[in-house]
RNA sequence: GCCGAAGUGGCGGAAUUGGUAGACGCGCUGGAUUCAAAAUCCAGUUCUGGCAACAGAGUGCGGGUUCGAUUCCCGCCUUCGGUACCA
């Protein structure tokens, strides 16, 4: 029997849909272990070969879990609001609902497909009604609580109240935004309205009149880690700063304890790192400055106050609120030009402007400490957003200060005397203060404490930490997503409406375009947005990470009505153990979920502090894109500074791009392929052109059919070439080899012996009528393209290796590699690529050899096309080989290391069908430890063997220590740490007698004869090492 | 700039605690089978020299520790990812 892989796959996936085998219960006696995958947004072109790696990586590990005797949770759905579903709706001119409906259906089958052990019956949707019932209701948690900073938790709201009732703001220490304090009787004198607003200063979830990132081409705000260099993440969009009544979440609360926990998490050090950074702690202090003939004192953070006495200026932000109050009227001008010129640059351009420039405002501040008058300035290189948006400047100590002192001319005093650190930069924390008065001669740790005490003995002065985080925008002027639960009366005060009305659903809208000018869609609907009371609904929706910051959860009870877990189903299966995704949510959704679990967690309606234990982060799967580019003198530059990227990244809108295999945009480069080896080249000629046949293709608007009688004018052009055979030229591969054009007329290719090994791409291009005669330059060692002339210009083609996706025709879907090589296949080799955390390219190039190794090892269990398994005893050799894989597989799931799994299976596979082995106890064993990597072909053989129960429900085997036992070990002897032989010395040999017969050895005699042997290093199981 | 990860044959990668560098697979070379090809099977394949036995070199570069270093330490280089006038 030849193995079919996609016969027995469609019949197991069959089987598994109607025994509900994958469905796992919420009681067990049975340990439990809850493995999540990122849930996907379902995109209209489905999945991409990228996609499953961290599926299978996770299905392997349930399947394994499962079969050590745990209860595994392993569930999937789809992150179905928010603009990816929606932008795509738009594009393509459906309902969101609907299309979401197709791509998830898509999705699915494409899942099942690929054969994972999801329970599908516990599958989430984070636009369903039934789902985003329990975001609303989380939403209304936040708006219902503050954060405490005494109880260290959050409280809710009504006890706020109470404390303002009766000692107004300052009787609660509580993480707010408020910035007008208030007393008792100010709190009973507000307005509803005036109440409102003060509790929006103290609210988790509030709205708030804030600095937001607008996007005009999406229509829409966006959070900060939705905005990339000043663009939208998606779609690429400038972004800009603009003040708005929005929606924020307050994380910031929770920033220290985001902070702290994450050392308990098994997470790899780079996204810690990057949990850590992105909450950028700095300690601290916050100083008064007076300003001169005013009663108003600036504000500033330091980190380095003991740099104090060389602080000669101060800088503000042009947006800073006390810039109109204290410049002088002779310069006013001057400052409302920098300002209007600053406000009128976009952040990226802003950014990317990194002259020294500023404005003095006329203005000037006492140093508090030195009591020195200093001139107060205003620049770009101080930002409104961090701190205070007010700086000190110490030239002496920070790069920037000196730069901005030495352009204006202004005073630097040294203060650090870093003589004895004379690789020390400016701003390392080395050396002893000088010219600095009271801290003259500390170090500069010890100069910072004294420095805080001393300013927090004279008032004016205090030890303070701030961080980067800020809130999180959470309105987003959108059709596709949740709604918000919340009402204003005619005064515009805020309510949550109650459990009993919600979900509040999404109206049907059939215009869901987003509108311009910062309008909701939702708001057009004006009998759904006015009730009968007067009250008006908020027309915002919330943003994508709504519905993913919590749906961890909903899987552990997901049809529950009452609660959006019910507590015996959180009881059991309490967090995530193992968490498989990518980096790209590393401060995202991976903050905001943990900040929900937290507040969650203070509220009491989840068991533990952090949802995630372990996480892991699958590598990208990255697709080759081919390219053409018209080149000019702008593209040239970048692709001769070796910027290749950036400029596909930054222009590539602005010219004419062609992905070779796909796009014909250019209509000379119609066809591009790559080859392996000269010896094939022929075929796969005719093979790539029997496929652009059937595709119908075009070649210079030849129909393919036709090209045959051209075949003869096209030359093949060769990039590189590897190899070639002895004595010829050129031989092996060199940068200079580049400016040499080589060109192989077919002849050539057909004659095989000419050319051993070409490498990388051919274009094949017509000769007379592109005439492509010269090639003008070397490309750059890394840029992978050549330069190319016609009478047109020039052409830069080649190829990039890098994300998947749509737009650069690059992207490989699993199913025609499952349909080619079945599902068991396809897995296996996702696994063998490479460890599971590094990305790489796709590559079919080794698919051949898990194909083949799968068809050996079903092959085993077959003789003269009969499934026939001997009942003999094993022998030792056959048992090593088992127990050695039972082994080296459990310890490498358990590391992550499935690469090295496949190879053991490839190992013991080669060694048993070296042996002839058909033995039912060790083909049996060797089909369990399979089966979480292969699961169809292991259900098939062990179905044949003559069992009725699927294998899913058996125990993986344990090792057998003794049988892995060798009598013999070959030892290494080294000279002098240099190996010079190998010999086998019985494994219980003592070190005594190891020593003695391994210096006796005739080929190690050769080399100690007429030395002293000064040293013997004996390790027993290991090696011999003889020093002379 | 700062933070993090990595750099090993023609290629993907292996070497788990400092102990045989290159497992396994691809590709390539030769052979078997075939009218021929595909598929399959067998053998070889780090580089250099040599018919060979064998010798020398070798894990980004330069040093160091050690009987012994891909692994540990110091100093660099390169690539990838994150982040940035963050005070």
């Not at 010890?446 to 985080?469: P, S, V």
Request: glycine share 6%.
């Amino acid at each position: 029997m030849q193995y079919q892989p996609r016969t027995i796959e469609n019949k197991w996936q069959a089987y598994w849909k109607k025994n509900d085998t994958y469905k796992v219960s919420n009681t067990s006696e049975k340990p439990k272990f809850y493995v999540l995958d990122m849930f996907p947004y379902p995109s209209g072109s489905g999945l991409h070969v990228g996609h499953p790696l961290g599926y299978i990586a996770s299905d392997i590990i349930s399947r394994y879990k499962r079969l050590c005797g745990f209860n595994v949770l392993h569930p999937m759905g789809f992150d179905a609001f928010g603009l990816p579903a929606e932008q795509y709706a738009i594009v393509h001119g459906i309902h969101p609902a609907k299309s979401t409906e197709k791509n998830i259906q898509r999705y699915k089958d494409q899942l099942e497909d690929i054969g994972f052990c999801f329970d599908w019956s516990r599958e989430v949707r984070t636009s369903d009604p039934s789902y985003y019932k329990w975001t609303q209701w989380i939403f209304l948690q936040l708006f219902g609580h503050y954060y405490d900073v005494e109880a260290n938790k959050a409280l809710p709201i009504s006890a706020l109240v109470k404390a303002f009732e009766r000692g107004g703001s300052t009787a609660v220490l509580a993480n707010h935004s408020n910035e007008t304090p208030f007393t008792a009787s100010d709190w009973r004198s507000m307005s509803k309205k005036e109440q409102d607003d003060a509790l929006m200063n103290y609210r988790l979830a509030y709205r708030k009149v804030t600095f937001v990132n607008w996007c005009e081409g999406l229509g829409t705000v966006l959070a900060n880690d939705e905005v990339k260099d000043g663009r939208s993440e998606r779609g690429n969009y400038p972004v800009e700063r603009r003040p708005m009544l929005q929606w924020s979440l307050r994380i910031t609360a929770y920033a220290e304890r985001l902070l702290d926990s994450i050392d308990s998490l098994e997470w790899t050090p780079a996204l810690k790192a990057m949990q850590r950074n992105w909450i950028g702690k700095s300690v601290g202090a916050s100083i008064l400055f007076e300003v001169e003939g005013i009663d108003e004192k600036l504000e500033i953070f330091t980190t380095r106050p003991d740099t104090i006495y060389g602080a000669t200026f101060m800088v503000l932000a042009p947006e800073h609120p006390l810039v109109p109050v204290i410049s002088t009227s002779e310069q006013k001008t001057e400052v409302q030009a920098y300002i209007t010129a600053s406000g009128s640059k976009s952040d990226r351009e802003r950014m990317a402007d990194k002259e020294v420039s500023g404005a003095f405002t006329g203005a000037y501040a006492i140093n508090p400490v030195s009591e020195k008058r200093i001139p107060i300035f205003i620049a770009e290189y101080v930002l409104m957003d961090y701190g205070t948006g007010a700086i000190m400047a110490v030239p002496s100590d920070d790069t920037r200060d000196h730069a901005f002192a030495s352009h204006f001319n202004l005073e630097i005093i040294e203060v650090v005397d870093r003589s004895a650190h004379s690789n020390a930069t400016m701003e390392d924390k080395v050396g002893t203060l000088i010219n600095s008065a009271i801290i003259n001669g500390l170090s500069i740790p010890d100069a910072i404490n004294k420095m805080i005490t001393h300013l927090e003995q004279e008032n004016i002065g205090q030890r303070q930490i701030q961080y980067k985080l800020r809130d999180a925008n959470y309105s987003r002027q959108r059709y596709w997503g949740e709604p918000f639960p919340i009402v204003y009366d005619s005064e515009g005060v805020s309510f949550g409406l109650e459990l009993s009305d919600l979900p509040l659903e999404l109206p049907e809208l059939s215009d869901f375009k987003p509108a311009s000018g910062a309008k909701s869609p939702l708001a057009r609907l004006e009998h759904w947005q006015k009730l009968d009371n007067g009250f008006i609904r908020e027309t915002d929706t919330m943003p994508g990470f709504a519905g993913s910051s919590w749906y961890y959860l909903r899987y552990m009870d997901p049809h529950n009505e009452a609660a959006f877990a019910g507590r015996d189903a959180m009881d059991y299966w309490q967090d995530v153990d193992l968490y498989i995704g990518g980096t790209e949510h590393a401060v995202g959704h991976l903050l905001y979920s943990r900040f929900w679990h937290k507040v969650l967690f203070d509220l009491g309606k989840v068991p533990t502090s952090e949802p995630f234990k372990k996480l892991v982060n699958q590598g990208m799967i990255q697709g080759r894109s081919n390219f053409v580019y018209r080149a000019n003198e702008q593209m040239a530059e970048y692709f001769f500074s070796k910027k290749l990227k950036e400029y596909r990244e930054d222009v590539q809108h602005n010219y004419p791009v062609a992905g070779i295999y796909v796009d014909f945009a250019i209509p000379e480069f119609k066809l591009a392929i790559e080859i392996k080896s000269a010896s094939k080249l022929v075929h796969l000629i005719n093979d790539t052109y029997d496929r652009f046949q059937e595709e119908g293709w075009t070649l210079l608007g030849i129909p393919i059919e036709e090209i045959g009688k051209y075949w003869n004018n096209f030359d093949l052009f060769i990039k590189k070439i590897h190899r070639a055979r002895e004595g010829e030229k050129p031989s092996p591969i060199s940068p200079d080899m580049e400016s040499t054009p080589v060109y192989i007329s077919k002849d050539m290719v057909r004659d095989t012996n000419h050319v051993t090994a070409i490498h990388v791409d051919i274009h094949l291009v017509s000769n007379d009528k592109l005439d492509i005669t010269k090639f003008l330059k070397a490309s750059p060692e890394n840029a992978n393209a050549l330069i190319i002339t016609n009478e047109d210009g020039e052409y830069i083609c080649g190829h990039a290796v890098e994300k998947m996706s749509k737009s650069k025709y690059n992207v490989i879907n699993p199913d025609e590699v499952v349909e080619r090589y079945g599902a068991d296949v396809f897995r296996m080799y996702e696994m063998f690529l490479g460890p599971i955390e590094q990305s790489k390219p796709w590559d079919t190039k080794g698919i051949d050899g898990v194909s083949k190794f799968l068809h050996r090892f079903y092959g085993l269990f077959f003789t003269d096309g009969k499934f026939l398994l001997s009942e003999t005893d094993p022998s030792t050799e056959e048992l090593k080989i088992l127990h050695q894989t039972i082994k080296k597989v459990s310890e490498d799931i358990e590391r992550f290391s499935f690469n090295t799994c496949v190879s053991q299976f490839m190992i013991a596979t080669n060694e048993l069908k070296k042996l002839g082995c058909n033995k039912r106890g060790i083909l049996l064993p060797l089909v369990t430890v399979l089966s979480p990597f292969a699961p169809h072909i292991a259900e098939e053989l062990n179905a044949l063997s003559g069992s009725d129960i699927s294998i899913t429900t058996a125990s993986f085997p344990a090792y057998n220590e003794s049988y892995l036992v060798e009598r013999e070990t070959d030892y290494p002897i080294s000279i002098n740490g240099k190996k010079r032989a190998v010999v086998a010395f019985p494994s219980d040999s003592t070190k005594e007698e190891l020593e003695k017969r391994a210096v006796e050895l005739e080929e190690i005699q050769k080399w100690i004869e007429g030395k002293q042997i000064r040293k013997v290093i004996v390790i027993p199981g290991r090696m011999i090492n003889i020093v002379v």
